[in-house]
């Protein structure tokens, strides 16, 4: 089964609200972003919003709305993510401040940004006390996404490399698990669940969240560039730091640290050098440690969907858990 499948006539009612959300003038602020968002990308984040409201039986008309703000929240920090990270590629098409330069590139996701909360100070479908709920759930867990993303650039800042798991796991639980969690706790919310409904959503899309870049890291390794439609190594060249650098990072020789911390600090694009990195992560079993890691957080949320009534949209959060851990792009 599809596990858009229960949600795709939702779905395609979010797409048209992101681009409603979106003015077309002026031209020079906005005029990229619909294209940019056109691109593609996977919407989990909505696809989890509209399931995780129609799992506790609500109606997911009411999670059109949160699940086309997240897309858009979600988009705006690609474009930021780009430009801090220098990336060249996004989703096999140069980055927004390739195309267009970093000033423009920067105040479009901005632009993008504003618009999703005036798009919730405008929606005269909710009553004031449902625009101020909605507006906490959003605030918070956009505020841990910056927090998760401050860390990250504080390690590139320091030069630390010899990061721990747990620091790893507190960082990419704000960067990456905050908004897969709000995702599913905003659709329970809407959808009329209980609190400890809401909570058992929340952490199941937190731990698919992590697990989701955990696999987003390996396949920056492993990856294949017409699949993945980002550059293999990409991540390396970047300096970003991972699990698998965590795990190696623990276990190599003296020799092959520095020569990891080298590599990582030069930004190096030359294919030997990268081929040099993810090869001592292989030696060390980084890889498939990663891997495992993923696959424990993913099993521990599917159990957290025990005591949802049985359904499509249930079996759906199931196998979109299962595709954060098997997906190939």
């Known amino acids: 089964m599809n596990f858009t499948e229960p949600v795709k006539n939702e779905l395609a009612e979010v797409e048209k609200a992101i681009y409603s959300i979106i003015p077309s003038e002026p031209n020079e602020v906005y005029g990229m972003l619909p294209a940019f968002i056109k691109r593609g990308g996977k919407r989990i984040r909505p696809v989890l919003t509209l399931l995780s409201c129609k799992a506790i039986c609500g109606d997911a008309k009411n999670a059109i709305l949160p699940a086309a703000l997240i897309e858009i929240f979600h988009n705006f920090t690609l474009i930021h993510d780009d430009i801090e990270d220098g990336s060249k590629f996004r989703r096999g098409e140069p980055t927004l401040n390739i195309a267009h330069g970093l000033p423009i590139a920067l ?3 901005d632009a993008l940004y504003t ?3 005036n798009a919730v100070a405008s929606d005269s479908s909710l009553s004031s006390d449902k625009k101020i709920e909605m507006q906490k759930l959003l605030s918070s867990a956009f505020l841990k996404v910056v927090e998760g993303q401050g860390v990250e650039l504080s390690w590139y800042r320091a030069n630390k490399m010899n990061i721990s798991e747990k620091e ?3 960082m990419v639980g704000g960067k990456t698990g905050a908004l897969v969690a709000l995702s599913c706790e905003i659709g329970a919310s809407v959808g009329g669940a209980d609190k400890k409904t809401c909570g058992k ?3 199941f899309g937190y ?7 955990i696999q987003d890291d390996v396949l920056n390794v492993t990856g294949d560039f017409d699949k993945y439609k980002k550059e293999i190594g990409g991540d390396i060249t970047e300096g970003k730091r991972t699990l698998m650098l965590a795990k190696a990072f623990g276990h190599a020789s003296k020799g092959e640290r520095e020569e990891l911390e080298r590599i990582l600090l030069s930004h190096t694009d030359s294919k ?5 990195f993810i090869g ?14 993923a696959l424990e ?3 521990d949320a599917k159990n957290l969907l025990s005591s949802l009534p049985d359904g499509p949209s249930k079996r759906a959060l199931v196998e979109a858990a299962t595709f954060s851990i098997s997906r190939e792009v």
Do not use: T
């Open 207 to 213: 731990k698919i969240g992590v697990a989701f870049q």
């Open 201 to 203: 959503l929340k952490e």
């Open 280 to 293: 001592i992560l292989e030696k060390h079993g980084a890889i498939g440690y990663a891997r495992s890691k």
């Open 107 to 109: 105040n479009s996701g």
């Open 168 to 170: 790893y796991y507190d």
């Open 115 to 117: 618009l999703l909360w």
């Open 297 to 299: 957080l993913v099993n």
């Open 272 to 276: 030997v050098e990268i081929s040099k």
